[in-house]
């Protein structure tokens, strides 16, 4: 029996396969582009979501013994929206989470609505990127649904068009408080809540594949579809980031905070979701251009310094320079480098870029904690032991990265494990099947986490850099 997952990316799809002990057997992956047009339109074909889900799929069972039995879960990129027919067929390229069309409709929406109101009913602020604007960039087509890509690719194998609660919750239409779809908003949007998908709990098994999908995917007849989830919250059943107070950093070209909390704060600024597990609540927040700010520097400053000699050169600097500082806010083109000398260098400035990244996600734990997503009022929770800070991602390879994070932020988990959401996929799967009890024992199984902490007088250094750097915001 094997255990098998694919991850439906914004730019990349990949599937693996595990054996029923967790070890990873194969694994493949397929890179296919974004459409743009015009007025910040951002599309891709949805019929891709499937072929190369099923394409990479079919790769890795290719080279592998065959078998009788498995289980295969989705994870997928949360808010992207395809208008489909009454057989499933697309009548548009999807509309991804990027695609900003929709500023016209939420100016009109928020004149009938505040986003506070919306927030306290969906969790939510509307935004020009929000899934709902997708539908109603649709409508005029008058499909018999509007999917989003874990509805669409679960239609695709299994003949039903099924979400999650947290793929649900990305169209900015769940009720966070009593679940299922929120009416309320639906009717002030003028939204059919027939042309939306059936929603099942993550995790739920919702069938066997197709004849089609089996020739699709080489997977065998008897392969159990188990309900995914979007890719931040089944990444973090795979990291076992389940109780209340986990935290999982996502470290790519931007940096993911999510948390898992026991209770909604609906006054907060925070977005929040249901978690996979019942009960629970994801909350997020994000460095837009956590590591975007390094390859600024490496493309713009450092263009011929390979990543071996950059991390030497800023380990030589960690801890030194209390004044260089940077606010890495690229996105809102509000970054700045203050304290610079005719003496300071591109390693510097690097250090220092660094340094104002894992300060961002520093101020983001300080919100989390104003907002009682983590048991702590300092830092402390993260430190001397008490509590393991996850990290994924690119930035778990470089030592500069964690030896700030270590400093900055506390103890941390580092997961070496190239893509953890497939990793979720396979703990969904290993539950499904009856190997695990239930996700953290399956996390437990699969992951190897190493253990980072930091000196006393690196993090003493940091914390009084880090009330600079807050003073600074404030100018």
């Known amino acids: 029996m094997y255990l098998c997952g694919i991850?439906?990316?914004?730019?990349?799809?990949?599937?693996?396969v595990f054996d029923e002990r967790g070890r990873l057997l194969k694994t493949y992956s397929e890179g296919?582009?974004?459409?743009?047009?015009?007025?910040?339109?951002?599309?891709?074909?949805?019929?891709?979501?499937?072929?190369?889900?099923?394409?990479?799929?079919?790769?890795?069972?290719s080279e592998l013994p065959a078998t009788d039995k498995a289980y295969l879960s989705i994870s997928a990129q949360g808010g992207s929206v395809v208008p489909v027919d009454e057989n499933g067929e697309p009548l548009a390229l999807a509309a991804t989470w990027m695609d900003g069309r929709g500023e016209e409709f939420i100016t009109e929406l928020c004149t009938k609505y505040s986003r506070d109101e919306f927030f306290k009913k969906t969790g939510k602020r509307p935004g020009k990127t929000s899934g709902l604007t997708k539908i109603k960039l649709f409508e005029?087509?008058?499909p018999a649904a509007y999917l989003t890509t874990l509805e669409y690719v679960n239609m695709r194998l299994t003949g039903r068009a099924v979400t999650d609660p947290t793929s649900a919750e990305m169209v900015a239409l769940y009720d966070i408080n009593d679940g299922g779809w929120q009416r309320e908003i639906l009717d002030v949007c003028g939204i059919d809540?027939?042309?939306?998908?059936e929603i099942a709990p993550s995790g739920e098994i919702i069938g066997k594949l197709t004849p089609e999908a089996v020739s699709d995917s080489g997977l065998p007849e008897e392969t159990y579809v188990v309900n995914g989830a979007h890719d931040q919250y089944i990444a973090a059943a795979g990291a076992n980031v389940l109780s209340h107070g986990d935290v999982l950093l996502s470290t790519g070209t931007a940096w993911v905070v999510f948390g898992s909390a026991e209770k909604r704060n609906l006054n907060s600024s925070l977005s929040i979701g249901p978690h996979v597990i019942p009960d629970m609540f994801g909350v997020f927040?994000?460095?837009?251009?956590?590591?975007?700010?390094?390859?600024?520097?490496?493309?713009?400053?450092?263009?011929?310094v390979d990543f071996e000699t950059l991390d030497g050169e800023v380990m030589e600097r960690i801890g030194k320079n209390?004044?260089?500082?940077?606010v890495p806010r690229f996105s809102g083109q509000e970054a700045v480098i203050s304290g610079l000398e005719l003496s300071t260098n591109g390693y510097d400035i690097a250090l220092a870029v660094?340094?104002?990244?894992?300060?961002?996600?520093?101020?983001?734990?300080?919100r989390f904690m104003a907002?009682?997503?983590?048991?702590?009022?300092?830092?402390?929770?993260?430190?001397?032991?008490?509590?393991?800070?996850?990290?994924?991602?690119?930035?778990?390879?470089g030592k500069p990265w964690q030896t700030l994070v270590g400093a900055i932020l506390g103890d941390t988990a580092i997961y070496r494990d190239s893509n953890m959401t497939l990793i979720g996929t396979a703990v969904f799967a290993g539950v499904a099947a009856g190997i695990w009890k239930n996700y953290a024992e399956g996390s437990d199984a699969i992951c190897d986490p190493v253990p980072l902490t930091s000196g006393a007088e690196l993090r003493a250094f940091y914390d009084e850099k880090f009330e600079s750097y807050k003073n600074r915001l404030k100018k």
């Open 32 to 61: 296919y582009p974004l459409i743009t047009s015009p007025r910040g339109g951002v599309e891709q074909d949805a019929q891709s979501w499937y072929d190369l889900s099923a394409a990479t799929m079919k790769k890795c069972m």
């Open 140 to 142: 005029h087509l008058n």
């Open 322 to 326: 209390k004044n260089l500082m940077c």
């Open 7 to 16: 991850d439906v990316g914004t730019t990349t799809i990949k599937s693996s």
């Open 285 to 304: 927040s994000s460095v837009p251009t956590g590591g975007a700010a390094l390859d600024w520097v490496r493309g713009k400053i450092l263009s011929d």
């Open 371 to 397: 907002d009682g997503y983590l048991p702590a009022k300092d830092i402390s929770v993260f430190r001397d032991g008490k509590k393991l800070l996850g990290m994924v991602g690119g930035a778990v390879k």
């Open 354 to 366: 660094m340094e104002g990244v894992v300060f961002e996600v520093r101020t983001i734990f300080e």
């Open 193 to 197: 809540i027939n042309k939306l998908p």
